[in-house]
């Protein structure tokens, strides 16, 4: 009896230091802990900076001691930094706890207090750059959709741009205005669910690597259509592409070719590698989001195995998550856990917390990621995307026109893709422009102008 309360007397130690050492900080950082209010009366709440220390939010304090959130930049960081009053969302809700609590020097705060003067919270450095941001949400224009990029060899996410947006500015006074449009406030980069078009023969071509081997002939005759049990299935435009080998399959984005590939293709173990490569998963990072949906089976239709093969079907998928596959592709097959808090500093300069780059895990192997390099840098050569092509950076990447719906003939314009040059620079990004058509026309530029800004 007494080496049984004496291991639970441990175990309730050992639990009660675990918490204080990995579990606090998210307990107290939790947006439902009333322990906020009680810091924000005693705080002046800190300032998010960008990665070039743009002044990103800041509290503004009147005379008469009113405070005020203000967000000098208005609607372009509306979803990435997100607000704070009627709740709080992006970076304001990542790092709230930082926001509220001082690292200053120790005589100033108690100067502060005998003065009952607020201390003001220490700054959150994020890894948003100030001019890819502008350019991405410039590029985007008026169209609704998203663009992330993300830096694959350490998984800082450089830019984050969704659309429709609002002013955070107007989010105390003019909060059911902004509600009243039910879809401003979700932010389509993480939260987005899309159906993936033709991006999606990344994952399917994965799949027919990992049966067949990574060095695995292909071949097909495409003649514009293809017909099984009943469906057929066009190329885009009707495009006739005669015989193709994987890479001019993949390159010149044949739907033919990839639903005779589908067809062909062990499902349940399609299955697996849709796992592994983060659909119906968890994703590694802070913000909110949406799954990712692989929904095909072994009791698919051949209908829906032909569709689904080249991302029609009942197949989603996020902007963020295209944009993980891309780095993960371009890192060699790890993926590096995206974040956006890169540190957090005192009023002096000092850092207090700083992330650490992690690696998340091999999304794919090593072999199978120089394979995927190959056919993503054809699509930029002479494939669907050589308006990528350019002298300051090598890009690669699958553009993408996705039906909305069986019923409709609204088509979403994706990019999704990475550049580099040899100095070691590099960039993934994930462009979804809604409606527009298909994705050379639309979602291209858009990634080549944020590609421009990065490399010049």
């Not at 998550?321 to 993926?335: K, Y």
């Not at 780059?357 to 091999?362: F, L, M, S, T």
Request: charged share 20%; aromatic share 10%; glycine share 8%.
């Amino acid at each position: 009896m007494a080496y049984c309360f004496i291991a639970i007397f441990v175990a309730m130690i050992g639990y009660i230091v675990y918490f204080q050492v990995f579990k606090a900080e998210d307990i107290i950082n939790n947006s439902y802990n009333k322990r906020h209010e009680l810091f924000a009366s005693r705080m002046i709440r800190g300032d998010i900076v960008s990665a070039e220390g743009d002044v990103l939010a800041t509290t503004k304090v009147s005379e008469s001691g009113k405070e005020t959130r203000y967000y000098p930049h208005g609607n372009m960081y509306a979803h990435a930094v997100g607000y704070c009053e009627n709740g709080t969302t992006g970076v304001e809700e990542q790092a709230n706890f930082s926001l509220l609590r001082t690292h200053s020097f120790i005589g100033n705060q108690i100067y502060n207090m005998l003065t009952e003067k607020k201390n003001k919270g220490d700054t959150v450095v994020t890894t948003l750059k100030s001019k890819l941001q502008s350019v991405a949400y410039n590029a985007l224009g008026s169209f609704n959709g998203a663009v992330v990029a993300i830096d694959p060899s350490n998984g800082r996410i450089l830019a984050m741009v969704s659309k429709p947006d609002f002013d955070p500015n107007d989010v105390k006074e003019g909060y059911e205005d902004i509600i009243s449009n039910d879809s401003v406030l979700l932010n389509r980069a993480t939260q987005g669910s899309y159906t993936p078009g033709s991006t999606f023969k990344i994952f399917t071509t994965l799949e027919y690597l990992k049966e067949h081997g990574s060095d695995a002939a292909y071949t097909y005759n495409c003649t514009g259509q293809i017909s099984m049990d009943g469906t057929t299935v066009h190329c885009y435009g009707n495009e006739v592409h005669g015989q193709l080998d994987l890479e001019h399959a993949f390159a010149e984005s044949c739907n033919c070719a990839y639903a005779n590939m589908g067809l062909n293709l062990n499902i349940s173990e399609f299955q697996k590698m849709t796992k592994k490569m983060l659909f119906n998963s968890a994703l590694p990072i802070e913000y909110p989001y949406t799954k990712s949906s692989f929904s095909l089976s072994k009791d698919s239709s051949t209908a829906s195995i032909m569709m689904g093969s080249f991302g029609q079907d009942q197949i989603t998928v996020s902007p963020m998550h295209l944009a993980m596959v891309a780095a993960a592709i371009e890192n060699n097959g790890m993926l590096m856990k995206p974040y956006v808090i890169d540190h957090v500093e005192n009023d002096a300069g000092d850092i207090v917390t700083e992330t650490e780059r992690e690696e998340y895990r091999n999304l794919l192997s090593k072999n199978n990621a120089k394979v995927m390099q190959k056919l993503m840098e054809a699509t930029v050569n002479y494939g669907t995307a050589t308006a990528l092509q350019s002298s300051k950076y090598k890009a690669a990447g699958k553009t993408g026109s996705a039906q909305v719906s069986d019923s409709s003939d609204d088509t979403h314009s994706w990019f999704v893709g990475y550049a580099n040059r040899s100095s070691g620079k590099d960039l993934a990004i994930a462009v979804i422009v809604e409606k527009q058509g298909n994705g050379s026309r639309y979602a291209v530029p858009i990634a080549k102008k944020v590609f421009d800004a990065y490399f010049d």
